[in-house]
C-alpha cells in the first residue's frame, strides 16, 4: 500500500507562517488533497488538485507539491488555523486506492 | 448548500451488524459519487468505501471487502453502509462524505457530514 507521512505536530507563532509537510515515494506524481479538522467536527477540504482552494478558504492557505513532498502552507497563522491536517491521494495502482497522511496536529503559539 | 447527515450509529456486539444512512441535501444526489471515511477515536481517517453516482460500480479497501457494502437510493437521496461482523476495530466516528466532481469522481471529499458513531463492545 502507499504510504504517506506527516509529522505528528508543528507549532507556529501566531502571525508567522506554517508549513505542513506530507512525503511520500514520488507524491509529485500525484494529485495531494488536504482537510483541516478542529476538534469535534468533521474533516474540512482546504486545498485540492495540490494548490486550489475550494470557495470559502482563505488565500492564506496554499499548497504545492513535488519530488517526495507535499506541503500545506498557512501564512500569517490565526488561533483559528489551529487544527489536525490530513493529505490524501489516490493510488490507483495499490489498496487501498484512497490514502490518508497520519495527520499534523498543529499548535498555535 | 449542502447538508449530509449521517445516523444510525450506536453500540452492537463484536460479531453484530449494523447500517449507516447518510441523508443528502442541498445539491443534485444523484449526480455524484459517495465515499464513507471511520475515524476510530482519536487516530486518523481511513477511507471505507465509495459509490458511483449511478450505484454502478462500487469500491471499498481488501480489508473490508465481504464485510462492508456501500448502496444508496437516489429516489430518497440516502447513501447507506452496511456492516457486518463487527469488531472492535470497526469502532469510529464514520462520516460520509461527497464527491467534487459530477458524473465521474475527483477522489476527493469537498463535503462531509459530522459523523455517526459505531462502537462495538459487549
Known amino acids: 500500500s502507499y504510504v504517506l507521512t506527516q509529522p505528528p505536530s508543528v507549532s507556529v507563532a501566531r502571525g508567522q507562517a506554517a508549513r505542513i509537510i506530507c512525503g511520500g515515494d514520488n507524491i509529485g506524481g500525484k494529485t495531494v488533497h488536504w482537510y483541516q479538522q478542529k476538534p469535534g467536527q468533521a474533516p474540512v477540504l482546504v486545498v485540492y488538485d495540490d494548490s486550489d482552494r475550494p470557495s470559502g478558504i482563505p488565500e492564506r492557505f496554499s499548497g504545492s507539491n513535488s519530488g517526495n513532498t507535499a506541503t500545506l502552507t498557512i501564512s500569517r497563522v490565526e488561533a483559528g488555523d489551529e487544527a489536525d491536517y490530513y493529505c490524501?491521494?489516490?493510488?490507483?495502482?495499490?489498496?487501498?486506492?484512497?490514502?490518508f497522511g497520519g495527520g499534523t496536529k498543529l499548535t498555535v503559539l | 448548500q449542502v447538508q449530509l447527515v449521517e445516523s444510525g450509529g450506536g453500540v452492537v456486539q463484536p460479531g453484530g451488524s449494523l447500517r449507516l444512512s447518510c441523508e443528502a441535501s442541498g445539491f443534485i444526489f444523484s449526480t455524484f459519487g459517495m465515499h464513507w471515511v471511520r475515524q476510530a477515536p482519536g487516530k486518523g481517517l481511513e477511507w471505507v468505501a465509495f459509490i458511483w453516482y449511478d450505484g454502478s460500480q462500487k469500491y471499498y479497501p481488501d480489508s473490508l471487502k465481504g464485510r462492508f457494502t456501500v448502496s444508496r437510493d437516489n429516489s430518497k437521496n440516502i447513501l447507506y453502509l452496511q456492516m457486518n461482523s463487527l469488531t472492535a476495530e470497526d469502532t469510529a466516528f464514520y462520516y460520509c462524505?461527497?464527491?467534487?466532481?459530477?458524473?465521474?469522481?475527483?477522489?476527493?471529499?469537498?463535503?462531509w457530514g459530522q459523523g455517526t458513531l459505531v462502537t462495538v463492545s459487549s
Open positions: 462524505a461527497k464527491d467534487r466532481l459530477g458524473y465521474t469522481t475527483s477522489h476527493y471529499f469537498d463535503h
Open positions: 490524501q491521494v489516490l493510488d490507483s495502482n495499490s489498496d487501498p486506492l484512497l490514502v
